[in-house]
């Protein structure tokens, strides 16, 4: 995969090294370091299978093939997520394989040991005039890819497989956690932690205390880790 004529890629350092990121794909941060921490829990089996679903800058993917997993398929439906991702894939020689497409393609690729998931799930209603970003923005209850994925998850895992999905406290982790069950995943949260409101949340603010998904003059919002099992029998 090359890029031609494209922009001039960005880097952040959310590790030790850096992460190439074009312009428009989602800066690994606080929610991504979550996420990264959670796996760094599991063991991998030999011979493992792991999803990065939204890989945006394939940090999450990145972060699997160095724990040991035999192939990562980095799955993102952004053209300039999927050359980032390839990218930085690419420079560290890992074993990350690309595809850019949504849940149809994850699942020819698939099944999975680990689906490992930082989807958009920020919600954005019709007459929200703040800074819209495909990165960030998941409909009017910021379920929009969330709510697709809980309903697939036992699809996309082998018996005995593990998702891990990371969003804000706005998109409902209740609700993540009773469709997961509803559909034959086991779940609860594993991860937690208080995160200040970023430009983003701050230009949300207003519409989201007027939905009741925050209250009025909070600036921080508790991001959560939601691991999801399917029973190995």
């Known amino acids: 995969m090359t890029v031609r004529n494209g922009p001039r890629p960005d880097t952040v350092r959310p590790g030790p090294d850096r992460i190439v990121?074009?312009?428009g794909v989602y800066r690994p941060q606080e929610d991504?370091?979550?996420l990264c921490a959670a796996l760094a829990s599991l063991t991998l089996p030999r011979g493992?299978?792991?999803l990065d679903y939204c890989t945006g800058s394939g940090a999450v993917a990145v972060a699997a093939a160095r724990r040991g997993a035999d192939r990562v398929v980095a799955v993102d439906v952004s053209v300039?997520?999927?050359v980032s991702a390839w990218t930085n894939a690419r420079l560290r020689r890992l074993p990350i394989e690309v595809r850019r497409?949504?849940?149809d393609v994850a699942r020819r690729?698939?099944?999975y040991d680990v689906v490992l998931a930082n989807p958009p799930?920020?919600?954005v209603g019709a007459g929200d005039s703040a800074r819209r970003s495909g990165c960030w923005d998941a409909g009017p209850d910021g379920r929009g890819v969330v709510g697709p994925l809980c309903r697939e998850a036992r699809a996309l895992l082998r018996p005995g497989g593990v998702l891990l999905i990371v969003h804000s406290e706005v998109t409902d982790p209740e609700r993540t956690l009773a469709e997961l069950r509803a559909n034959g995943v086991r779940a609860g949260r594993v991860r937690r932690a208080l995160i200040p409101f970023g430009p983003v949340m701050r230009s949300r603010a207003a519409a989201l205390t007027a939905h009741g998904l925050i209250a009025a003059g909070q600036a921080w919002e508790?991001?959560?880790v939601i691991r999801g099992d399917r029973p190995a029998g």
């Open 222 to 224: 508790e991001v959560v």
């Open 109 to 111: 690729c698939g099944p």
């Open 21 to 23: 990121r074009l312009p």
């Open 32 to 34: 991504t370091h979550l």
């Open 121 to 123: 799930y920020v919600p």
């Open 101 to 103: 497409g949504g849940l």
């Open 80 to 82: 300039r997520a999927a």
């Open 48 to 50: 493992s299978r792991v």
